[in-house]
């Protein structure tokens, strides 16, 4: 998929680029918050939970970068992930009692990635940005696809 050279919209305003902005940093805030997990459930592995500690806090500097711009176009910035999300993350924690958890914490960030990247993907298509935010928003993309295929390497 393209998402270098995304056409805009003319009628766009502040609100779509807030509102878009709002809905992906949900979502990234999901993606934090199982990286976090991840690390718990990554006891046994010091080298895999220091992986999952690190994108972690990427993952949360490229939210903080999203919030701030959020406040700059004068909207409130949204600073909870979503409940699906959060069933999510109580599904793998449950299902990892079962098996092994390193594997499940890597299959589970795989897939959240994946989920993840696809929407961020949808959102620059839509053409619901402006400039800066389709610009922070490509750069979450790309760490995004960038741990998606690390953890598909691992998973594999």
């Known amino acids: 998929m393209d998402i270098t050279n995304t056409p805009t919209p003319l009628a766009l ?20 918050k199982g990286y976090k997990d991840a690390a718990d459930e990554a006891d046994d592995s ?15 500097r490229h939210i903080a970068a999203i919030q701030n711009y959020v406040r700059e176009l004068g909207g409130e910035p949204s600073t909870h992930g979503t409940m699906r999300g959060a069933v999510h993350r109580g599904w793998m924690n449950f ?8 594997k499940g914490a890597i299959e589970s960030v795989e897939n959240g990635e994946t989920f993840l990247a696809h929407r961020i993907e949808d959102c620059i298509e839509d ?20 741990s998606a295929r690390h953890f598909d390497r691992l998973d594999g």
């Open 13 to 32: 305003t502040k609100e779509d680029t807030i509102e878009e902005l709002n809905d992906v940093t949900r979502l990234m805030i999901d993606s934090f």
């Open 46 to 60: 010091w080298a895999l939970k220091a992986d999952f500690d690190q994108r972690a806090t990427v993952r949360s």
């Open 95 to 102: 299902a990892n009692v079962f098996r092994d958890d390193e």
């Open 127 to 146: 053409g619901q940005l402006d400039a800066v935010g389709t610009q922070l928003l490509k750069q979450a993309h790309q760490d995004v696809c960038s």
